[in-house]
């Protein structure tokens, strides 16, 4: 079975802060997805980022970094000096690998709002 | 691209009718999937396609509900009869291939009266 779980709820900083946003997940899989995406109020999905489970390099885009801990099975998510544009709904994405004409099940955490105030 | 395509944009329906979300995935993408959001549920899985093929529908609430895809540019999500508590956000998404990025319509917001 597969879980993800986004403990924090809602989040709220000031302009500028950092905030990281923290994704814990379980799966049985030795090969596996994980996503990010970003819903903003206009509630539209947009992806962020998609990392495998044999790549655990950490990785940084502008002001998004995201940690990737097999050993811990995290895949945090960090924006830094965070804007008010930021204020949006995150969610974590968990998909295992099937074969490789096969496909798999995007499965959602909660998800964390985020509130950045001015 | 125009990205994926997702109509109505918002329906508002009487309890007891059928409900046709209708969507155009990304050209060239192979994987098609439905999602339905509400606040006590979060996002779920309907069902998805590979190639046009259903290869998961355990999402699917009950019998109500049924997805077609009868080909690679068009899908639809049929509610027959609707109930209020199917109100939730419909989102419709196409990838590349299963376990590549999904990439999501903007929704249909359905509301059962």
């Known amino acids: 079975a597969q879980k993800v779980t986004q403990a924090q709820t809602e989040i709220s900083v000031v302009e500028k802060e950092d905030v990281t946003l923290d994704c814990v997940y379980e799966?049985?899989?030795?090969?596996?997805?994980l996503f990010w995406y970003k819903q903003p109020p206009s509630g539209e999905l947009v992806f962020l980022i998609r990392?495998?489970?044999?790549?655990?390099q950490n990785e940084i885009s502008g002001r998004y970094s995201w940690n990737f801990q097999k050993s811990t099975s995290s895949f945090n998510f960090t924006i830094t000096a965070s804007q008010v544009v930021d204020s949006a709904v995150y969610f974590c994405a968990l998909s295992e690998a099937m074969t490789t004409d096969s496909w798999g099940k995007l499965q959602f955490g909660a998800g964390t709002q985020v509130v950045v105030t001015p | 691209d125009a990205g994926v395509i997702q109509s109505p944009r918002h329906e508002v329906t009487e309890m007891g009718q059928e409900v046709t979300l209708r969507c155009k995935p990304i050209?060239?993408?192979?994987?098609l999937f439905w999602y339905r959001q509400t606040m006590m549920r979060g996002l779920e899985l309907l069902i998805y396609f590979n190639n046009n093929v259903p290869i998961d529908d355990s999402g699917m609430p009950e019998d109500r509900f049924s997805a077609k895809m009868p080909n690679a540019s068009f899908s639809t999500l049929k509610i027959q009869p609707s109930e209020p508590r199917d109100s939730a956000v419909y989102f419709c998404?196409?990838?590349?291939?299963?376990?590549?990025?999904?990439?999501f319509g903007q929704g249909t917001r359905l509301t059962v009266v």
């Open positions: 799966t049985r899989d030795t090969t596996y997805y």
């Open positions: 990392r495998n489970s044999f790549d655990e």
């Open positions: 998404a196409s990838s590349l291939r299963g376990n590549t990025e999904a990439f």
């Open positions: 050209s060239g993408h192979n994987s």
